[in-house]
């Protein structure tokens, strides 16, 4: 059976029971941890061959019935740059007219790279309230819809090299495109969530990324107005010394944790060691992606994100409650591997479902 102690080298199997001594004192502070699913969105865009409609779909109503509150389940892009994600705007329309049907109450983000995205999204909204809007008047027995476009997401880099390369501008001027996105997502009433990409490593400039520059663009974004900053290792170069450094900076630049998220990817294996690391220091919002799903196609050899299954199965050892069913977790992970024709990424995964199966 997986066990966390013995998947640690031996270097960190001291920091592991330091950790789960601390996690005692965190536990009787907030015992919960927001668990934000990107999957759908971040962990499908990499995907080689064009994933159906109804996987899509199907993975999103998985999520949310295996207890995920925050999925990030699309974007508004170019197809010509990501074409994994050309039918958000179906995935977005389904969700609307399906209303929640898990007995858990999700809430969706959908990446926008500019006021065009956010307004492709916001069309499909209004178009089908519209409609429904019309036949309301009809049938009085009708329910009004509910938006599931609750969340938006921006994106930007901490390193010009790769702010070029992945939006093709640079750092300033991406700040100036997302001016227009908040203040419409304001006067909609939906949160931003700001990504910084690159964080802990750049494929072009290599790993040493200016903690500082970090911090001053997660200022600029909270003073623009976002709710939530996501620090992204897009690269997976990150270690536990860097991970901790980072935040110590965020931390004397003014930034509160509350208002920080982590985004680990896995390529050196290093992503559950780095967020140990963040909840030491008090993170307590973490992205992952189910069966380790994602990639990133402006970071040649970047490998997926932290997977669901692995950093579920942590928190619940260190006593902390996420809201997920990981036994049904495991079961999507398992699913969607399959759909995909992949192995599963998750560790975790794959042991209880291997065990699953040895029982029957």
Same mark, same amino acid.
């Given at each position: 059976?997986?066990?966390?102690?013995?998947?640690?080298?031996?270097?960190?199997?001291?920091?592991?029971?330091?950790?789960?001594?601390?996690?005692?004192?965190?536990?009787?502070?907030?015992?919960?941890?927001?668990?934000?699913?990107?999957?759908?969105?971040?962990?499908?865009?990499?995907?080689?061959?064009?994933?159906?409609?109804?996987?899509?779909?199907?993975?999103?109503?998985?999520?949310?019935?295996?207890?995920?509150?925050?999925?990030?389940a699309g974007a508004f892009v170019s197809p010509n740059w990501v074409p994994q994600?050309?039918?958000?705007?179906?995935?977005?329309?389904?969700?609307?007219?399906?209303?929640?049907?898990?007995?858990?109450?999700?809430?969706?983000?959908?990446?926008?790279?500019?006021?065009?995205?956010?307004?492709?999204?916001?069309?499909?909204?209004?178009?089908?309230?519209?409609?429904?809007?019309?036949?309301?008047?009809?049938?009085?027995?009708?329910?009004?819809?509910?938006?599931?476009?609750?969340?938006?997401?921006?994106?930007?880099?901490?390193?010009?090299?790769?702010?070029?390369?992945?939006?093709?501008?640079?750092?300033?001027?991406?700040?100036?495109?997302?001016?227009?996105?908040?203040?419409?997502?304001?006067? /909609?009433?939906?949160? *931003?969530?700001?990504? &910084? $990409?690159?964080? =802990? #490593?750049?494929?072009?400039?290599?790993?040493?990324?200016?903690?500082?520059?970090?911090?001053?663009?997660?200022?600029?974004?909270?003073?623009?107005?976002?709710?939530?900053?996501?620090?992204?290792?897009?690269?997976?170069?990150?270690?536990?010394?860097?991970?901790?450094?980072?935040?110590?900076?965020?931390?004397?630049?003014?930034?509160?944790?509350?208002?920080?998220?982590?985004?680990?990817?896995?390529?050196?294996?290093?992503?559950?060691?780095?967020?140990?690391?963040?909840?030491?220091?008090?993170?307590?919002?973490?992205?992952?992606?189910?069966?380790?799903?994602?990639?990133?196609?402006?970071?040649?050899?970047?490998?997926?994100?932290?997977?669901?299954?692995?950093?579920?199965?942590?928190?619940?050892?260190?006593?902390?409650?996420?809201?997920?069913?990981?036994? /049904?977790?495991?079961? *999507?992970?398992?699913? &969607? $591997?399959?759909? =995909? #024709?992949?192995?599963?990424?998750?560790?975790?995964?794959?042991?209880?479902?291997?065990?699953?199966?040895?029982?029957?």
């Amino acid at each position: 059976m997986f066990s966390l102690r013995s998947s640690l080298r031996p270097g960190y199997r001291k920091h592991f029971y330091q950790l789960k001594r601390w996690s005692s004192t965190i536990a009787q502070q907030s015992n919960h941890v927001k668990v934000v699913e990107v999957g759908p969105r971040d962990g499908l865009q990499n995907e080689k061959n064009i994933v159906r409609l109804n996987t899509k779909i199907g993975l999103i109503e998985r999520l949310a019935n295996a207890g995920l509150k925050h999925i990030e389940a699309g974007a508004f892009v170019s197809p010509n740059w990501v074409p994994q994600m050309a039918d958000s705007s179906k995935v977005l329309e389904y969700l609307t007219k399906q209303g929640q049907k898990s007995p858990h109450q999700a809430s969706y983000a959908w990446l926008v790279p500019n006021l065009k995205g956010l307004e492709s999204g916001l069309s499909t909204i209004d178009n089908l309230v519209e409609t429904v809007s019309a036949k309301n008047s009809k049938n009085d027995s009708m329910s009004p819809m509910n938006s599931p476009l609750d969340e938006i997401s921006v994106f930007t880099a901490a390193t010009e090299t790769f702010s070029r390369k992945n939006t093709n501008c640079t750092i300033k001027e991406s700040l100036d495109r997302f001016k227009p996105v908040f203040d419409l997502a304001k006067a /909609r009433n939906i949160r *931003v969530r700001a990504y &910084i $990409s690159v964080v =802990l #490593g750049c494929p072009y400039e290599g790993p040493d990324v200016s903690p500082s520059k970090v911090a001053d663009l997660a200022n600029v974004l909270l003073d623009m107005g976002a709710n939530e900053i996501s620090l992204g290792d897009t690269t997976g170069m990150g270690t536990a010394p860097r991970t901790r450094q980072l935040l110590h900076v965020l931390e004397k630049a003014g930034i509160s944790s509350t208002k920080l998220a982590v985004h680990f990817h896995d390529t050196f294996g290093q992503a559950l060691i780095n967020a140990s690391v963040a909840l030491e220091e008090g993170i307590q919002i973490f992205d992952s992606s189910v069966a380790g799903l994602g990639g990133c196609p402006y970071a040649k050899g970047a490998t997926g994100n932290l997977a669901t299954e692995d950093l579920v199965y942590f928190l619940h050892a260190m006593g902390l409650g996420t809201g997920v069913d990981l036994e /049904r977790l495991a079961e *999507v992970g398992d699913w &969607i $591997s399959t759909q =995909l #024709g992949r192995q599963n990424g998750s560790r975790v995964g794959r042991a209880i479902m291997s065990r699953r199966r040895e029982k029957i």
